[in-house]
């Protein structure tokens, strides 16, 4: 019996439909460029080529990636929801060590002239540190200074004693808060346990768009140097 055009039409679009659920994604030639554009896990695992990595949380190919990799849904969006649920933890707990170190970074003591105090404002508000500022050195780039002759690295909130009045980037309070808590999320992701800080500087993008490498611990948070780091956020520097 000779099939009807409507009829071979309703195949065809039927056979079309069954091909495209049954062969898996195909990727191009640059499999890289291609997984990392894909953003669901029933992409990642339809994709005859990609898979879910539960190292870095995201879609990579399977010949360029020797780590552990999803291979179902199931386990891609298990592994995503774990994922989300360590962030959240994470973040709070350096929410936590960022309070108990706050008064330190920011502040110091008054019965101690060098201790803490990585702000330019709080740092030549105590008497002692006025004669510092001769020896001061400003990186305009990072908005960041550091005084030689007591060792100590500020993140320039103020005019810095007339030195500063001119440089294009000045810190907040809030925005060294959130690097300081950008570098304990670091700190706490490095080590075992998420815990405890592991000690140690890691980069840090400040708000305008450059890198710095902030040292952190368990009890304080300053920046390592003066200079821009090349590292990526997140990475020990």
Known sequence: MRLTA????TLTLLWTVFLAQAVPLTVSRNDAE????????DS?????????????QSCEAKEAHAGR?????????KATAIHAAREWSVAAKADVVWTQI?????DGRPDKADSGRH???????HADNKGTSAHMIINAATGLAHVPVKKKTLWIDSDAEGKATHIAHKYTRNQVANICKAALVAGLNTGKSTESVTSGSY???TPWGNHICVTVSNVQCYPATTDA???APGEKC
């Not at 409507?6 to 039409?9: D, G």
């Not at 990642?44 to 870095?56: G, K, Q």
């Open 69 to 77: 990799l999803a291979t179902s849904v199931t386990q891609c969006k």
């Open 119 to 125: 702000l330019t404002s709080t740092w030549f508000d």
């Open 203 to 205: 980069a840090v993008q």
């Open 229 to 231: 780091t090349a590292a």
């Open 102 to 106: 706050k008064a330190h970074t920011l």
């Open 34 to 41: 291609t997984c990392v554009s894909l953003t669901d896990c």
């Open 6 to 9: 409507a009829l071979l039409a």
């Open 44 to 56: 990642y695992v339809r994709a005859s080529r990609c898979e879910f990595s539960l190292d870095t």
